[in-house]
């Protein structure tokens, strides 16, 4: 469907299941749903998503704090965390891991829907500062498809932590056609999500 993959890591399942209709209704894919570490950890090894809702409170031995650091130390995408009240310890040791963003539990669709597009924003102005800029050219010279001038938008765009919908406002196309557009791109650069576009395209970037 070519959307933002989103695993969710949640061990209330009422919680979880109204996150999965958001999704839903906010043009979001559920990449996976799971309610302890080990799961999310199999996840992020076998079926990588773009972003993580991560709940900081897990009834498991490893919180979402310590999924979040072998996020950062491993995969290396954003991840928001899901938090309700909690102790200053648990918040200092979450704030240590540097997220893309909190969101406070309950919360709307509204709410998710911002957190989402602020987290991928946030990360990728983060994550680009120390990289250098995207170069079609020096892009083309690794694919046997090369990619036109409008893919190049879009990978761009991508790139910069935009939604399928804000990629459509500020291009002013419609969201098929972007996601026809990051179809290409997923074929030309044999890729399956935004995450592993932008790992194979940062690595040629080096």
């Given at each position: 469907?070519?959307?933002i993959k989103?695993?969710?890591?949640?061990?209330?399942?009422?919680?979880?299941?109204?996150?999965?209709?958001?999704?839903?209704?906010?043009?979001?894919?559920?990449?996976?749903?799971?309610?302890?570490?080990?799961?999310?950890?199999?996840?992020?090894?076998?079926?990588?998503?773009?972003?993580?809702?991560?709940?900081?409170?897990?009834?498991?031995?490893?919180?979402?704090?310590?999924?979040?650091?072998?996020?950062?130390?491993?995969?290396?995408?954003?991840?928001?965390?899901?938090?309700?009240?909690?102790?200053?310890?648990?918040?200092?040791?979450?704030?240590?891991?540097?997220?893309?963003?909190?969101?406070?539990?309950?919360?709307?669709?509204?709410?998710?829907?911002?957190?989402?597009?602020?987290?991928?924003?946030?990360?990728?102005?983060?994550?680009?500062?120390?990289?250098?800029?995207?170069?079609?050219?020096?892009?083309?010279?690794?694919?046997?498809?090369?990619?036109?001038?409008?893919?190049?938008?879009?990978?761009?765009?991508?790139?910069?932590?935009?939604?399928?919908?804000?990629?459509?406002?500020?291009?002013?196309?419609?969201?098929?056609?972007?996601?026809?557009?990051?179809?290409?791109?997923?074929?030309?650069?044999?890729?399956?999500?935004?995450?592993?576009?932008?790992?194979?395209?940062?690595?040629w970037q080096?």
């Amino acid at each position: 469907m070519n959307k933002i993959k989103v695993l969710v890591v949640e061990d209330n399942e009422i919680m979880l299941l109204y996150i999965q209709t958001c999704l839903n209704n906010i043009d979001f894919e559920l990449s996976a749903a799971v309610t302890n570490s080990a799961d999310a950890l199999f996840q992020l090894e076998n079926n990588l998503p773009d972003i993580v809702l991560l709940d900081i409170n897990l009834k498991d031995d490893n919180d979402g704090i310590d999924v979040a650091q072998v996020i950062n130390d491993k995969f290396k995408i954003p991840f928001i965390f899901l938090t309700s009240l909690a102790d200053k310890e648990t918040l200092d040791r979450a704030k240590k891991t540097n997220p893309s963003g909190y969101i406070v539990k309950p919360f709307k669709e509204q709410d998710l829907l911002v957190g989402l597009e602020m987290a991928l924003y946030n990360f990728a102005q983060r994550n680009n500062f120390s990289q250098p800029k995207l170069s079609l050219s020096s892009i083309n010279k690794h694919l046997i498809k090369p990619l036109s001038e409008r893919e190049f938008e879009i990978l761009q765009c991508i790139y910069d932590g935009k939604t399928n919908q804000q990629m459509a406002s500020s291009l002013y196309l419609s969201v098929n056609t972007i996601k026809t557009h990051i179809n290409n791109l997923y074929l030309k650069l044999d890729a399956s999500s935004r995450s592993s576009v932008l790992a194979r395209v940062r690595s040629w970037q080096q």
